[in-house]
C-alpha cells in the first residue's frame, strides 16, 4: 500500500500559477503510475494527467494540454503537476492517486490503488 500525500493548493487569481506536490513513501514512485485527478463540487473526479513507470510517458487530458506539466523527482519520491494559466472552472480538490498494476496510466478512477487525501485549489479574482 502506498501512502501519498498532496501539497500546494491555495488561492490564485485567473491566470495564475501552482505546483502540486504528491509525496510518496510505502512504494517508490518508479515503480507506480501517478495520477493527478480533480472534483469540483457537484461534478464527478475527472483525470487530470498521469505519468507512468519507468521509461515514463506522460499524459494530459485536453483541457490542460500545454498548461500543466507532470513530472517526477525519485530522489525525493515525489510527483509534482505545474498548473499555469489557471481559470475559474478549474477550482476543484486536486488529488493523486497511485496504481501499481504494470505501472501504465489509466483515465479510470476505479483503476487506482490508493488516494490521497487531496489539496483545495480555488482560481478567483
Known amino acids: 500500500q502506498v501512502q501519498l500525500v498532496e501539497s500546494g493548493g491555495g488561492l490564485v487569481q485567473p491566470g495564475g500559477s501552482l505546483r502540486l506536490s504528491c509525496a510518496a513513501s510505502?512504494?517508490?514512485?518508479?515503480?507506480?503510475?501517478v495520477g493527478w485527478f480533480r472534483q469540483a463540487p457537484g461534478k464527478e473526479r475527472e483525470g487530470v494527467a498521469c505519468?507512468?513507470?519507468?521509461?515514463?510517458?506522460?499524459y494530459y487530458t485536453d483541457s490542460v494540454k500545454g498548461r500543466f506539466t507532470i513530472s517526477r523527482d525519485s530522489a525525493k519520491n515525489t510527483v509534482y503537476l505545474q498548473m499555469i494559466g489557471l481559470t475559474p472552472e478549474e477550482t476543484a480538490s486536486y488529488y493523486c492517486?497511485?496504481?501499481?498494476?504494470?505501472?501504465?496510466?489509466?483515465?479510470?478512477?476505479?483503476?487506482?490503488?490508493?488516494w490521497g487525501q487531496g489539496t483545495q485549489v480555488t482560481v478567483s479574482a
Open positions: 492517486a497511485a496504481k501499481a498494476g504494470g505501472g501504465v496510466c489509466s483515465r479510470s478512477v476505479s483503476d487506482y490503488d490508493d
Open positions: 510505502g512504494s517508490n514512485v518508479d515503480d507506480l503510475a
Open positions: 505519468i507512468s513507470r519507468l521509461p515514463p510517458d506522460t
